[in-house]
């Protein structure tokens, strides 16, 4: 059972305008969120982050919105551009004994064209 | 350039040979990673180490044998695969264990079993 989900498995955006990336978890228990960037042959990059205590983090053209009440995180970028295109994942973090656990979405595949 | 390095980029190999992916971080990183990436999956951890102790090992089969002889070196010791173990092999450092910290990835390692 997936415990993150990106439901869109690809998305595709005018550049310029903004992209919307969501994803939906089901443990309640999660209290970090991150996003990372992911292009063709290189390895995922991290991107931006959130804790469970915010609603809320900024950082240049991208900001990621939670809302815990709905398990749902979205990531948006303004204004899009085409090097913005890649796959984006979306990865949740809570205590599992004396380690954290990662879990990840499976990706969406965000295309910006010109 | 993620201060992450992986070798070999792409290896074929065959189901009754032996071969080992390199990875080596020059972050001053002390966790280590072994990650799987199939398609139509997320991304799978495999083992974790701490330290150069092993911290976890997602019930990966005996097939795949990890080795840690220090913070900055991990291998990846494959013997005796099947088709289906074809997949990108990621690895990654953090400062420290778990999902708050940030996860560097290496390029990944494409590996075909024939």
């Known amino acids: 059972d997936q415990q993150v989900k990106q439901n869109s498995p690809s998305l595709s955006v005018q550049e310029g305008r903004i992209s919307i990336l969501n994803c939906d978890y089901t443990?309640?228990?999660?209290?970090?969120f991150l996003w990372y960037k992911k292009y063709p042959a290189e390895g995922p990059t991290f991107l931006i982050s959130i804790s469970s205590i915010k609603d809320k983090n900024e950082d240049g053209r991208f900001t990621v919105f939670l809302n815990k009440s709905a398990k749902h995180l979205s990531l948006h970028i303004v204004p899009s551009q085409p090097g913005d295109s890649a796959v984006y994942f979306c990865a949740a973090s809570l205590n599992a004994g004396n380690n954290r656990k990662l879990i990840w979405g499976l990706g969406t595949s965000l295309a910006v064209n010109p | 350039e993620t201060g992450v390095t992986q070798t070999p980029r792409h290896l074929v190999m065959g189901m009754t040979n032996k071969k080992s992916l390199k990875c080596e971080q020059h972050l001053g990183h002390n966790a280590m990673y072994w990650y799987k990436q199939s398609a139509k999956k997320p991304l799978e951890l495999m083992f974790v180490y701490n330290f150069k102790e092993q911290t976890e090992n997602n019930s990966v089969p005996s097939r795949f044998s990890p080795e840690c002889p220090n913070s900055s070196h991990l291998f990846l010791h494959l013997h005796t695969l099947q088709p289906e173990d074809s997949a990108l092999y990621l690895c990654?450092?953090?400062?420290?264990?778990?999902?708050?910290?940030?996860?560097?990835f290496g390029e990944g390692s494409w590996l075909t079993v024939v």
């Open positions: 443990n309640s228990m999660f209290d970090y």
């Open positions: 990654a450092s953090s400062h420290g264990q778990g999902g708050r910290n940030t996860i560097y």
